[in-house]
């Protein structure tokens, strides 16, 4: 097992990475009070959820369950307040925890209902696909979509402990363990050219599940997060570059609807496009966007979307939190391994960009 | 006009305190881009609404508006919704700033949205009610009711800065006023007791509307508030003493629906059984007890509740933010002017001080 701590202060926190971790004991001193709230959807729930219930029993804990449907179209409004309820009718008082067991939607529902209820509970996350252990289970950024944007509404909460078990992984989808890898990927480019390398040497067997190969690129990830956040936690300059692919992705993901490509899925064509923009900027070389495409699609993951009406793509780009006094900014590659923040890109070759990756109309 | 810090390091703020203060002038260095968002209700928008948007327009900023119904009951998750409705339509970002213009729930609501919105904008109040002024306005509560309990859902959100001007009491209605005198008189109560003594000799005149003297008492309690918040912002000691009379009084408001009882009324009468309490725990005297029924009675307040069963009354009670692993913790009076935080009372004591204070059934 690796321990990382993201250095926040009073607010530092411990990753721990391994395999079949033993949660009890790992999470005993970061459990302060009796009542435990385990949030979970009913996938999760069938394979894990006696597991963790038990090794809350055994600190001790009164526990109660929350489970939702699965899927990122229940991340709104009403499912956020099933939560509430579930705390509220069973007595949960401002010293509870709330624990995230699931992936990246019930990690920041379950987040963003204890950075809410009695305006602030504690908060552990048991994150259960690859997606949420290199990513959105690291940083504190929680939320639920609106029907006019996705992430709109949320809070910046830092758990007081995560653990990224790779056992959990044994059960995830294959579909879901590429979605996992986009966002492997993404740190490559932005920040990690040497990371990419040895992504490119060893895909075939992340893909194949090989465990300790898993541990690693979890770690590096999270490594990678954790400097990033600790830098900048609430998203002034730095933390953005994380969203690579993501304004694009954010487009593609509400032209759909939530939930019909999965976020790894749409992140990855749009970092696709995203590239391709680098290169029309003359930043990167066609070749890098090529390298781009291969590692991308070793992963099993999409490089064009559906066809998608220019206006509504930029609409819904324009939605984007990184838009500040009008001006839509996107993060771009100036080279493999070196991401930027910019709204000085020329508006044609966004279209163009766009247009290159998605399927004929 | 007297300016009062809220020292919070980076999130230091003022409060301009006043009569017919310059909001455009006073404003300027505190809202940094271009859109604004009033939220106010039905009854303030017409009064103030056209002023204040007049006001930031002069300061060149595109103002937009979410008119709310006017009441306690609409402090749900609904209407909460329909802020972010409003704001994602006008196609706000996260450099927008939130303006609220109302009483406590507007301020509650408008804040928690701030709080949540794109994870956390700016955020201004303007509060129209004395009780904003003296109290909800300062210190970054916000939040919302759930059927299950008040302001169970919420968070800390501090405003960059805090106009209230003296001059919007003018139309004000008397009850309002009244409620707002119940937070004046708290403080006084449990910090303060030279400002007992002030209010006693003032209250005619504060009843009558004297602006001079509102003002005084505004900046009074604003300078406590200000500095129980710099010690203790997110509430985990001093901070807790602020709700004194309010876990009484949310358990008056629980039982009668919020917004039948004003929620100042509902703390008056929640004052008064703390008090009777305490002087059966043996604190402070009968005397003491009667001295505070007669300065509440002065403001127009009452000091008996309807008839609630006592189950219902105790239940409400326990759903409370401050207890902690299982136990109740009341704001108590050791003297006038001294409150503390305890959970050492006797419960036998705690029933008759509630049905002392009761009507009959």
Same mark, same amino acid.
């Given at each position: ?8 202060g ?5 990753i721990?990475?391994?395999?079949t971790?033993d ?66 009718q069973?007595?949960?008082?401002r ?30 996350q ?27 509404? !949320?809070?910046?909460?830092?758990? /007081? +402990? #995560?653990?990224?078990? =790779?056992?959990?992984?044994?059960? &995830?989808?294959? *579909? ?12 490559a ?5 040497e ?13 194949a ?49 939530? !939930?019909?490509?999965?976020?790894? /899925? +749409? #992140?990855?064509?749009? =970092?696709?496009?995203?590239?391709? &923009?680098?290169? *029309? ?56 391994g ?24």
């Amino acid at each position: 097992m690796q321990t990382l701590f993201v250095e926040l202060g009073e607010r530092r926190y411990p990753i721990f990475i391994g395999h079949t971790l033993d949660a009890s004991s790992l999470l005993a001193p970061y459990i302060k009070a009796k009542q435990v709230m385990i949030v979970t959807n009913t996938t999760v729930a069938a394979l894990y959820l006696e597991k963790y219930t038990l090794q809350f029993e055994q600190l001790g804990k009164s526990v109660a369950t929350c489970i939702l449907p699965d899927g990122e179209k229940y991340k709104d409004f009403g499912h956020l307040h099933l939560i509430f309820d579930a705390l509220l009718q069973a007595g949960f008082n401002r010293d509870c925890t709330i624990v995230a067991l699931g992936g990246g939607v019930i990690g920041d529902m379950a987040g963003y209902a204890a950075a809410s209820f009695q305006r602030g509970v504690n908060f552990i996350q048991i994150p259960t696909t690859l997606l949420s252990q290199v990513d959105s289970s690291v940083g504190g950024k929680t939320g639920i979509n609106h029907p006019l944007g996705k992430n709109m509404i !949320g809070a910046f909460k830092q758990p /007081e +402990a #995560v653990i990224a078990d =790779m056992a959990v992984l044994d059960t &995830l989808p294959p *579909r879901e363990l590429s979605a996992g890898m986009a966002e492997v990927i993404k740190y490559a480019l932005l920040c990690d050219a040497e990371f990419l390398l040895w992504l490119e040497q060893n895909m075939s067997k992340l893909m194949a599940g090989d465990a300790d190969l898993l541990a690693q690129a979890v770690y590096r990830c999270c490594a990678h997060k954790a400097r990033i956040v600790a830098n900048d936690e609430t998203e002034k300059g730095e933390r953005a570059l994380l969203n690579l692919g993501h304004t694009f992705g954010h487009a593609i993901e509400s032209y759909l609807g939530y !939930g019909t490509w999965l976020h790894g /899925e +749409a #992140v990855a064509t749009g =970092m696709v496009m995203a590239a391709e &923009l680098s290169a *029309r900027q003359g930043w990167i070389d066609t070749v890098d966007v090529q390298r781009i495409q291969q590692i991308i699609l070793a992963a099993n993951l999409p490089i064009v979307s559906p066809a998608i009406p220019l206006e509504q793509f930029l609409n819904y780009m324009s939605h984007d939190k990184k838009v500040l006094d009008g001006q839509l900014r996107l993060i771009l590659l100036k080279q493999l391994g070196k991401a930027v923040i910019t709204n000085e890109f020329d508006q044609n070759a966004l279209i163009a960009a766009i247009q290159a990756h998605q399927q004929a109309a």
